[in-house]
């Protein structure tokens, strides 16, 4: 159980409204398998470094402008990493400021912007937390401030993906994680991202796909607001 909070509360930050996508420009990586930080040591790879820069960085800008955000994603996993009995499931992001939902399976993550709430639906628990410091939870502005500081990105190449030409950027913790590798897929044409992943260190992949992508929609605040006594007999967990 807790696994599964932590890995997809990690794939919540990748897919928060792209405020990740910000300048990455850090210190040689420890999170990084040793070959592979080695490569990166290497002054030619900086031409790929700074152009995965360039594009997030635009994609950033543009998504920050949107008002509000709806993303309809399907998910997919190793199958000795799946959650529960599914391997594959559908989810959706609602976003607006530093509020979000998201429901993946039936597992909901919630915030206003102040708590964050993790509702296992399965098992009737919630755990609660101040959305500053709660790990699944981080808001766009967090990303904004300190995605620098916390990733190394690196432009990989461009591919055609099911009819679009997309850019592959690949991001690297800069201190040891669960994951050693995020991947992102950006649309050339509009800077939307396709897909993403999650590469572990034993080899397994969790991939996200974005099915529908809808921006400046009316969502209401009770969306990003969690009440426990419309659950009953619910276990609440309270980390505050």
Known sequence: MHRKIRSLGIILNLLMPFAIFGYAGASSPPGLP????QQLQDPGVRVYEERAEEILAMASEKIL?????EMHFEYQADDNISF??????DAVLYSKGDKYYMRIGKSHFISDGETAWTFLEEVNEVHISLAEFTDQAMTPAYFLQNFKEEFRSKWIREQEYNGRT????DMVPVEPHAFYKYRLALDTGD?????T???DRQGNIIHYEITDFITGGDIPDSLFVFNP????GIEVVDLR
């Open 166 to 169: 997309v850019h592959i950027i």
């Open 229 to 232: 006594d419309d659950y009953p």
């Open 191 to 195: 800077n939307h991202i396709v897909y």
């Open 197 to 199: 992943q999650a590469h």
């Open 84 to 89: 529960g009995d599914e391997e594959e499931m």
């Open 65 to 69: 402008g949107y008002g509000s955000l």
């Open 34 to 37: 040793p070959g592979q930080q």
